[in-house]
């Protein structure tokens, strides 16, 4: 082991103990998210379009305010997307945003199965995760009733399904999360080059093509309409601005006049991640799974911040390899990666440094890609 990395029991309880003091803090992070006048104004569009009568199965072909939604939104969501929120034409709209605020808590909550490894479950282990799901993304995406659960249930399925090498399901459902939303299909996209590459992953390339047939092929005419018209206007969309900005972390409001330059420095980094998924997604697939998902939502013009649940898994492997091995760099490294993604925004907004906690993300994700991955391993005695 690096000397830099050698454990030391005594410093590392001190750290583990300012981790908790962080995350704590952090808690208070909410107050920046900038409030709507209803709750669940994400779900308000879906659900809207749910209950539009004759037009509720053709949401492509009519404007928001048909259908009753507040700002006149489109319908910009894939067909699997769309389709996943059938249930809300069951309830009305407050029993529904209800319903998906219990569902996201409960997911979040119980998802640590998933991600934790089983020696290293513990008190402290469990106490790292509640806090984590405490921090403002978690309560963005509840405020919003925001969309994105599916991807994370799909996510989670895919995952279980890897560590149990039943390939063929994991690779079905990533391609069911990367046709949920679009943006997952960077993960997808590293996954399943490695497949080509991996004689024993074959059987997930052959799940992924299943899992995009099954995505789409009871939708033909919705498909073809959100690719061939819906995506491209979506796609162009406006760089959020003033406070808005600040609760977003797309890459390519750091080169607003250089857009080109964001998309470099996110394809470079994904092509490091592609490199790192063909060497270790065999020995690590969680590590994998954790850090491709963490990446894929800095690519879009608008990401808001909500998206950042999708970081906790990374952040928390982070924090179990520092706990297996005591080593004060690694707790270092995770109050880091929780520093640059949950500090109070408020104080920066006020020394208008809207784009710096966005820069050091992608700076702390890009360490691990091309370095730190070979201190952060926490499943190679995993049975």
């Known amino acids: 082991m690096n000397a830099l990395f050698q454990p030391n029991p005594k410093v590392s ?180 080059l490695a497949s080509l590459l991996i004689p024993r992953l074959r059987m997930w390339a052959v ?36 406070a808005d900005a600040l609760v977003s972390h797309t890459l390519q409001s750091l080169h607003s006049n250089h857009i080109w330059i964001a998309k470099a420095i996110f394809f470079a980094v994904w092509g490091g991640f592609v490199w790192r998924t063909i060497k270790d997604v065999m020995r690590k697939p969680v590590f994998i799974f954790a850090l491709g998902i963490s990446l894929c939502t800095y690519y879009a013009a608008v990401s808001w911040d909500y998206h950042l649940i999708l970081v906790y898994p990374l952040l928390f492997y982070v924090f179990m390899a520092a706990y297996k091995n005591k080593s004060p760099i690694l707790y270092i490294f995770f109050i880091l990666g929780i520093t640059f993604y949950f500090f109070d925004r408020r104080i920066l907004l006020e020394l208008k440094w809207n784009d710096i906690l966005t820069k050091w993300q992608f700076i702390w994700l890009s360490a691990i890609v091309f370095y730190m991955h070979k201190h952060i391993d926490v499943e190679r005695t995993e049975t």
């Open 207 to 242: 799940g992924a093509t299943s899992g995009l047939i099954l995505a789409h092929i009871f939708t033909p005419l919705d498909t073809f309409t959100y690719f061939s018209k819906v995506m491209p206007s979506h796609a162009v969309n406006d760089l959020p601005l003033g």
């Open 13 to 192: 309880t001190v750290l583990l103990f300012l981790c908790y003091l962080f995350l704590i803090y952090f808690i208070a992070g909410w107050q920046i998210i900038p409030m709507y006048p209803i709750w669940g104004v994400d779900l308000h569009c879906i659900w809207n379009f749910h209950h539009c009568g004759p037009y509720a199965n053709s949401p492509y072909l009519i404007e928001g305010k048909v259908c009753g939604d507040l700002y006149n939104r489109p319908m910009v969501y894939p067909p699997l997307h769309y389709w996943s929120f059938a249930w809300t034409r069951l309830l009305g709209f407050k029993e529904a945003v209800i319903f998906l605020a219990i569902a996201i808590s409960g997911t979040l909550i119980f998802s640590y199965k998933v991600w934790v490894q089983k020696s290293l479950e513990s008190t402290a282990v469990f106490g790292i995760w509640v806090l984590l799901i405490l921090q403002y993304p978690t309560i963005f995406q509840i405020e919003r009733a925001s969309n994105d659960l599916p991807v994370y249930i799909w996510l989670l399925a895919s995952v279980v399904c890897f560590k149990k090498e039943k390939y063929l399901l994991s690779g079905l459902f990533c391609a069911l999360c990367a046709s949920t939303k679009l943006y997952p299909v960077f993960l997808f996209a590293a996954i399943g």
